[in-house]
């Protein structure tokens, strides 16, 4: 869960582009709207793949987002713990601490070196210590990371909740780059952790859920981040092989995500174009960032635990 993921950063020129492109948001947000209507965001299943034995994993590794800690995946744990799995939720390098010592501005200071590089890396690790090739589960950031994990064959399958994109990929729609924005702005300090405020956090992750709900989500979850996290999506870490076979694939998305829009999740979906692969794409009416901690939370579970079952 990913307040701000600076999902377009390579170079000055490149923010400066996107900053114009807020000047005609609106148009660019109808005819994305457009396009996506022609093509309907429902559950898609591209042929069949061969089984192997580590497509019956029974271990499931959840992967969280900027902005979050393993905190994020207490629920979903407990829930699949119950249907005869193992999990695990490890944080990112720097998350592993309390909620207040995170906050702390000596936390933060060392925080804003962090970068997406680190992240993934810390994963491959904890993967390669696990009797089984895994099931990963990843929110936001975290759903980036589960991508790149399956890309490079450790991971059984993998499970993209409001994913980042990976590297190349952009929607022109004004949430997408007001969320974002304090996180790629160029003229901000890019070692500077950044932690968002209650209204920067509605907006980007908690827009469809009341008020209440989310000042206490607000207060339960969510840390400081590395702008340099963000920023690496533009990177050689963040590529991936769209064209080679893959693990089955399910990439979720929220209708109303402000952050990570359900078209870019789409876009994203239609990239892997290997058709012995299984991919699936299924979007959640009403739901934005926060899905996977919301009051509905347990809606998004079961159709993941569904879709395990069934690929």
């Avoid at 590794?61 to 994020?72: C, E, L, N, R």
């Avoid at 207040?100 to 993967?127: N, P």
Wanted: aromatic share 10%.
């Amino acid at each position: 869960m990913n307040l701000s993921h600076g999902f377009a950063y390579t170079t000055i020129s490149r923010f400066l582009l996107m900053a114009s492109l807020t000047v005609s948001s609106t148009i660019f947000a109808e005819q994305t709207n457009n396009q996506t209507a022609t093509q309907p965001l429902t559950a898609t299943k591209v042929s069949a793949m061969k089984t192997s034995p580590s497509s019956k994993s029974k271990t499931i590794v959840f992967i969280h987002g900027m902005f979050m800690t393993p905190k994020a995946w207490d629920k979903w744990q407990t829930y699949f713990q119950e249907q005869g799995y193992t999990t695990i939720a490890p944080a990112w390098p720097l998350h592993d601490t309390s909620l207040t010592q995170q906050r702390t501005a000596a936390a933060q200071e060392t925080l804003g070196k962090l970068t997406l590089d680190e992240v993934v890396e810390s994963y491959r690790k904890v993967i390669k210590n696990l009797p089984e090739k895994p099931i990963v589960i990843g929110h936001s950031m975290g759903g980036l990371v589960a991508q790149k994990l399956l890309s490079e064959g450790l991971a059984s399958k993998a499970v993209a909740i409001d994913s980042a994109p990976p590297s190349g990929l952009i929607v022109a729609k004004w949430s997408f780059i007001k969320s974002n924005w304090p996180v790629i702005n160029p003229f901000t300090n890019a070692k500077q952790a950044y932690y968002p405020s209650l209204e920067d956090f509605r907006y980007a992750f908690a827009n469809c859920v009341p008020d209440a709900e989310s000042e206490a989500m607000y207060h339960d979850y969510i840390v400081p981040e590395s702008r340099l996290v963000g920023r690496g999506t533009s990177s050689k870490i963040a590529k991936i092989d769209f064209s080679k076979p893959h693990g089955p694939l399910l990439i979720v998305a929220g209708e109303k995500d402000h952050i990570i829009p359900a078209a870019l999740n789409l876009k994203n979906f239609n990239k892997y174009s290997d058709t012995s692969s299984v991919k699936t794409f299924k979007q959640f009416d009403g739901q934005c960032h926060a899905l996977i901690v919301d009051k509905k939370w347990n809606e998004v579970a079961s159709s993941v635990a569904t879709w395990l079952n069934s690929n």
